[in-house]
């Protein structure tokens, strides 16, 4: 991500203001318009982060185990045969 300076560096002029020296001056379009660029690009990376943070938070989470059958009791397909084996 940029410095907030490197916004306004391009749009940066010197002016000389009377009997005084040179100094850096942004015109008020210019500083405008290296705002709305500065929030364009905090979207940017705030939408590249939260999607960064989601993919993590995806491959942390714990994976849910396989469905368990609930335990239901076995029975014999043919009752007699199992009274034949329980004596």
């Known amino acids: 991500?940029?410095?907030?300076?490197?916004?306004?560096?391009?749009?940066?002029?010197?002016?000389?203001?009377?009997?005084?020296?040179?100094?850096?001056?942004?015109?008020?379009?210019?500083?405008?318009?290296?705002l709305e660029q500065a929030l364009a690009d905090a979207e940017k990376y705030k939408y590249l982060l939260m999607r960064a943070l989601r993919r993590h938070a995806d491959d942390g989470a714990p994976r849910p185990a396989a469905p368990a059958f609930a335990e239901v009791p076995v029975l014999p397909m043919y009752p007699a045969a199992a009274q034949r084996l329980a004596a």
């Open 1 to 34: 991500m940029k410095a907030p300076a490197e916004y306004l560096a391009p749009h940066v002029f010197e002016a000389r203001r009377p009997r005084r020296d040179l100094q850096p001056v942004v015109a008020y379009s210019d500083a405008l318009q290296a």
